[in-house]
């Protein structure tokens, strides 16, 4: 157990659809990560926040977003979804932004999302 | 698109034998880590080494990282069917303070 909690663990929604994936990152670490991971494009960064900011952007549509609450949980919004949205959404956690010296990531099980 | 690649994309060995995975990589780096993931959970760490490291031990794992060849290789020695699983290296390089994961390579440790 990483200690990263995800909710929820899987989703079934509609495409054009909304959905909202919620993260809450290991005690004491400040820095949140979003990850995409598909069998196609494999897995793919989304977006970092570090105590309430936003840090670094991968390769996250408009159609999506994200944000960091002062209680450093972290939700990632997912809108007007299509069929190739589907795929397993992690977040990560860790206590330091990545610099230069590297910081370790600690994932949480994932959500897997299903849009039909 | 990924930095890292790791080959091969599949490895099968039998329990006792080691396994050596390579990632190679096409721009600088700060530093290299590798992670496993077991079928469909979370991934989970297992070795970071910094650009200015040439090899790291931790276990059964050892981490080889060559700049001048842009490439690492992860060996695991004496493999147990638990450690059936993919492998991925991710990068970190420049300032963009992103991890760059490659597709993985899936390990099978038949019993």
């Known amino acids: 157990d990483s200690g990263v909690t995800q909710t929820p663990k899987h989703l079934i929604t509609a495409t054009g659809q909304r959905v909202t994936l919620r993260c809450s990152p290991r005690s004491g670490d400040l820095s949140v990560y979003w990850y995409q991971q598909s069998l196609d494009q494999g897995l793919q960064f989304l977006i970092q926040y570090y105590n309430g900011e936003e840090r670094a952007k991968g390769n996250i549509l408009e159609r999506f977003s994200a944000q960091q609450f002062p209680d450093l949980h972290s939700e990632l919004n997912l809108s007007s979804l299509e069929l190739g949205d589907s795929a397993l959404y992690f977040c990560?956690?860790?206590?330091?932004?990545?610099?230069?010296?590297?910081?370790?990531?600690?994932f949480g099980p994932g959500t897997r999302l299903l849009v039909l | 698109s990924q930095q890292g690649e790791e080959d091969p994309q599949a490895l099968s060995i039998q329990e006792g034998e080691n396994a050596t995975m390579n990632c190679s990589y096409k721009?600088?780096?700060?530093?290299l880590q590798w992670y496993r993931q077991n079928s469909g959970r979370g991934l989970v760490h297992l070795i970071l080494?910094?650009?200015?490291?040439r090899e790291k031990h931790s276990g059964r794992l050892r981490v080889t990282l060559d700049t001048s060849k842009k490439s690492s290789s992860l060996l695991i020695t004496a493999s147990r069917a638990a450690d059936t699983a993919s492998y991925f290296c991710a990068t970190e390089g420049g300032s963009n303070y992103k991890l760059t994961f490659g597709k993985g390579t899936l390990l099978t440790v038949n019993p």
């Open positions: 080494i910094r650009s200015n490291e």
């Open positions: 990560a956690s860790s206590e330091s932004p990545l610099g230069q010296w590297g910081e370790t990531q600690y």
């Open positions: 721009t600088s780096i700060n530093n």
